[in-house]
């Protein structure tokens, strides 16, 4: 089955800095890759995603790449501010009504003030 | 649009008992997600659920079980609690089954202690 893991798994940048988060993946069959963002009581909520027929996608501050002969994909927060300190998580899918999203084990992003 | 509601958000009970969750999708959505989220292993999933049948299955034993009802309500129950069953229980919504396929909206989870 797939298997994604996450470094670091803790992270901590100033505030105004960039933030990297990397992941990668095991299963070459993964075409999906959502990221998701969990603060403190709460589910996780997805903040980007791209599909494997592109190598980036951005949305304002954020951006994903993908380098799917690598199998790794990662998530640039450009401008830093203490509200994006939380818990992001990458996962990874195929399309299919029978797949399954197959989570990283989160990585915890402090920004200091 | 309302978002996935959970109930309860906490829940202690002993070892030995067992738990009924609640998990109520967006309205619209057919598909319904459970994961199990832990410290030491991130999100696992647990299943799946679309039109009250079970379409996927993680790699849990059999005393965790689902259901989903005619209005896409779903409710997983752990029977036989033990101590490593402490986790946070997010339920996740999707308008159709597969976790490649679209967007999945989760839950606050429910809290389970078990002592």
């Known amino acids: 089955g797939e298997n994604v893991e996450q470094h670091p798994s803790t992270l901590s940048v100033q505030e105004g800095d960039s933030a990297v988060i990397k992941c990668t993946y095991s299963?070459?069959?993964?075409?999906?890759f959502p990221w998701y963002k969990q603060e403190l009581g709460k589910g996780p909520q997805l903040i980007i995603d791209?599909?494997?027929?592109?190598g980036e996608k951005k949305d304002q501050r954020i951006a994903v790449t993908l380098n799917k002969t690598a199998k790794h994909f990662s998530l640039h927060i450009t401008e830093t501010q203490p509200e994006d300190s939380a818990v992001y998580f990458c996962?990874?899918?195929?399309?299919?009504?029978?797949?399954?999203?197959?989570f990283g084990k989160g990585i915890t992003l402090s920004v200091r003030p | 649009k309302a978002g996935v509601t959970q109930t309860p958000r906490y829940l202690i009970k002993t070892r030995g008992q067992q738990v009924t969750l609640s998990c109520s999708p967006i309205?619209?959505?057919?598909?319904v997600s459970w994961y199990q989220q832990t410290p030491g292993q991130g999100l696992q999933f647990l299943f799946e659920?679309?039109?009250?049948?079970?379409?996927n299955k993680g790699n849990f034993p059999g005393r965790f079980s689902g259901r989903q009802f005619s209005n896409s309500r779903s409710e997983m129950n752990v029977s036989t609690l033990e101590l490593g069953d402490s986790a946070l229980y997010l339920c996740?919504?999707?308008?159709?089954?597969?976790?490649?396929?679209?967007?999945?909206?989760f839950g606050p989870g429910t809290r389970l202690l078990v002592l």
């Open positions: 996740a919504s999707s308008l159709i089954p597969g976790g490649g396929e679209e967007t999945q909206y």
């Open positions: 996962a990874a899918s195929y399309t299919g009504a029978n797949s399954k999203l197959t």
């Open positions: 299963d070459s069959a993964s075409n999906y």
């Open positions: 659920y679309f039109s009250e049948t079970q379409r």
């Open positions: 309205s619209g959505h057919r598909s």
């Open positions: 791209i599909r494997s027929n592109v």
